[in-house]
């Protein structure tokens, strides 16, 4: 039995026809007609729907009653859910924040939280908002802005825990016979002005604005792979080069490897660090490298050790402070730096010519609207603009003398040029060449990229929070994300895709789960997915939904 519909006179008739067999052939003929089709309304047609579907224990079916949610995104978070558990972190997390005191599950929040930083950083009031548009795998209620902030407590509480099962789960990833640990730190700007106890929110040089602000520090070590292994938050006006030993001896007790090699930038090296240095590694059962950078402001500390050196091939080699003594040189770089020095200090002379000639044109009684000038006036300008070049060291003004003057120590300048475009280096590793080292010390650039990734799309910074602990546990929070992020990015790399992971994130996002209410029934599903997403799932190595 169907339904039919047949044309007579111009007009369109709607028929309920059934098949039936006669003499081997097969008939049809007409059971009802259910009138001109033109003027059926949907209530002449519901009730016998309805009735049909009634008898057959189906929901009523009606216009009326379907009803349609929001769509919500789900790609993204499906993939880095899989992510997240493949790499065994959420059963470590949970282990490590298991507490029967609780009423809500901190592992669910906190990878919630994780997740927000990668698909849409915001506050966490803000993560309230953004979890009204998508779907949250293993997460059944929404939770309250205090429960996210109690997670944030509860992390702090067993930050040790937390941090060393994630580690567990990290060592697989890393090569147990050598490990080449890279180090660096970056500054995140913060806001508030009131003071609390402990509190982290210091002044000290901002790496981002380069002026002074209130901020905290983060400390990250990287493998060789461009895997985040820990991190840890100091206080805003920390001396970088007091960060150095506690972070390595956390390193060693965290990651059982044989041999560490620890590749460190220009800020984090002193006399003092190398003394404490060998003697960790005099005292550690497994032996300890480094390869550190030596500052450019330091290379005169070097005794003239550079200056002895030749050069073969751009590379050469000395022996300072009982240790090696390596030394790149980039004549291009070289000419660069060295143009780019003596073009501000012409500037400069052509800044102070302008304010010699005001002074010189004034006592001729050739007087100009505004300020009168005068040397001391002149003066303050001058040296205004030297700092802000940075150019002290060679440009000074001769503030003893009755009129503006200045001068150029162009001993100094020669001196720079000579070591315009050498990178030095200071290490204990006998078993690499001097190319070696090098190359695993330019390695140290993909912490900086992961630092932008921080401060870009897991927007660490600004900060709100005031308590120490909470900035801790943002701090970590952020640490996690950008572990699922350089995750991601070393299994599209070795796949050969050519999306980024913030790419591949947007590009799953389209995935969304639909939900329609037809009476008291509801039915969930998602999109379709295209073949460039399915091929994403390939290239992470993940389940496809």
């Keep these: 039995m169907y339904t039919r519909i047949t044309r007579s006179g111009g007009r369109h008739y709607l028929q309920i026809v059934e098949s039936y067999r006669t003499d081997n052939t097969v008939r049809q003929r007409v059971v009802a007609n259910l009138g001109r089709l033109d003027q059926l309304r949907d209530s002449d047609l519901d009730p016998l729907i309805n009735g049909l579907n009634r008898a057959l224990g189906r929901a009523e079916s009606s216009a009326q009653r379907v009803e349609y949610d929001s769509s919500l995104a789900y790609g993204d978070l499906y993939a880095l859910h899989q992510l997240w558990n493949v790499l065994g972190l959420g ?75 994630v580690a567990a789960q990290l060592r697989p990833l890393l090569d147990q016979q050598l490990s080449v640990v890279f180090y660096d730190l970056t500054t995140v700007r913060i806001h508030g002005e009131a003071e609390v106890a402990d509190d982290l929110r210091r002044y000290g040089m901002n790496k981002e604005t380069g002026g002074i602000a209130r901020q905290f520090v983060l400390g990250v070590v990287q493998s060789a792979d461009g895997l985040p292994l820990m991190h840890h938050v100091h206080p805003g006006n920390v001396a970088e080069t007091r960060t150095l030993q506690s972070m390595l001896q956390t390193v060693l007790e965290r990651f059982p490897v044989e041999r560490v090699i620890l ?58 402070a009982e240790q090696r003594l390596v030394v790149a040189h980039d004549p291009e770089r070289a000419r660069r730096q060295s143009e780019k020095r003596r073009s501000r200090i012409a500037e400069l002379g052509t800044f102070a010519a302008r304010l010699v000639a005001k002074l010189d044109a004034q006592d001729e009684g050739q007087t100009e609207r505004g300020r009168r000038a005068t040397d001391r006036g002149a003066y303050t300008r001058f040296a205004r603009a030297v700092a802000e070049a940075e150019l002290g060291r060679f440009v000074r003004a001769d503030y003893q003398a009755e009129r503006f003057v200045y001068d150029v120590d162009e001993a100094a300048v020669a001196r720079a040029e000579q070591f315009d475009g050498k990178l030095v280096l200071l290490t204990n590793v006998e078993d690499f060449s001097a190319a070696q080292v090098v190359e695993r010390y330019k390695s140290l650039a993909d912490i900086e990229r992961g630092f932008r990734v921080l401060k870009s799309d897991i927007e660490i910074a600004p900060v709100y929070h005031r308590l120490p602990e909470r900035i801790r546990a943002h701090g970590l929070i952020c640490f996690l994300a950008l572990l699922l992020h350089r995750v991601m990015r070393m299994r599209l790399k070795a796949h050969g895709s050519r999306h980024s992971p913030s790419t591949a994130l947007e590009l799953l996002r389209r995935i969304q789960q639909h939900r329609a209410s037809i009476g008291a029934h509801a039915y969930t599903g998602i999109s379709k997915a295209t073949a460039e997403q399915l091929e994403l799932f390939d290239a992470l190595k993940l389940r496809k939904p």
């Design 91 to 165: 059963r470590a997390i949970a282990s490590a924040l298991r507490s029967s005191r609780r009423g809500f599950d901190a592992e669910a929040l906190l990878r919630t939280m994780v997740f927000n930083r990668l698909c849409a950083p915001d506050s966490k009031l803000g993560c309230l908002d953004w979890l009204d548009t998508v779907q949250m795998p293993g997460l059944p209620t929404k939770p309250t802005h205090q429960q996210l902030l109690r997670c944030m407590d509860a992390l702090m509480d067993r930050a040790d825990a937390v941090e060393a099962r």
């Design 263 to 320: 590749v460190a930038d220009r800020g984090l090296l002193s006399l003092d660090n190398v003394a404490e240095l060998q003697r960790l590694a005099t005292s550690s059962e497994r032996t300890l490298h480094f390869i550190l950078a030596v500052p450019a402001r330091r290379y005169v500390e070097l005794g003239g050790t550079l200056e002895t050196l030749s050069l073969v091939d751009g590379l050469a080699e000395g022996r300072f």
